[in-house]
């Protein structure tokens, strides 16, 4: 397949924000999505230094998603990357996107000295197959993680 991973900045919220926007109805379906606050925020974000937004394109066209995150945490020997958010538009999974997303965030996260990559994986056994792709992409489960909006 032809693809290409681009790496992305505020220039590209807009886009961002629409595949962010498919993501978050997968995951709470009926809930309405702002997408001009989205939009906003996409371009807030993409602008930090801390932050690495990648596109996977097919023939030009946006087709997946991956956002990465620089963190920092003693239990993970120092600095490690953290996917927050991945998507793959529906009509283009099981091809091969997510797998070339994850791969370039890795080859990323070699140049920047990380021991790990982590990812939060959704709830389960709703989502069982997004951990079943994160388990053939070498990931390994450590637990759960839990929230506390402030």
Not at 70 to 91: K, N, Q, S, W
Not at 112 to 117: A, L, N, S, T
Request: proline share 4%.
């Amino acid at each position: 397949m032809d693809l290409e991973i681009l790496r992305v900045g505020p220039e590209a919220a807009a886009e961002v924000a629409g595949m962010i926007a498919g993501l978050l109805e997968e995951f709470a379906p009926g809930e309405v999505v702002d997408i001009a606050a989205m939009t906003a925020t996409a371009e807030e974000v993409l602008a930090l230094d801390i932050v690495t937004g990648l596109v996977a394109l097919r023939s030009g066209e946006a087709v997946g998603l991956l956002m990465l995150n620089d963190c920092a945490a003693i239990y993970a020997g120092g600095r490690f990357g953290e996917i927050t958010e991945l998507y793959v538009r529906p009509d283009m999974r099981s091809r091969g996107v997510a797998a070339r997303l994850v791969a370039e965030a890795e080859h990323i996260g070699r140049a920047r000295g990380w021991q790990r990559i982590e990812v939060g994986a959704p709830e389960q056994p709703a989502w069982a197959r997004t951990l079943a792709f994160y388990r053939r992409e070498g990931f390994a489960e450590v637990g759960p993680r839990l929230k506390k909006t402030l």
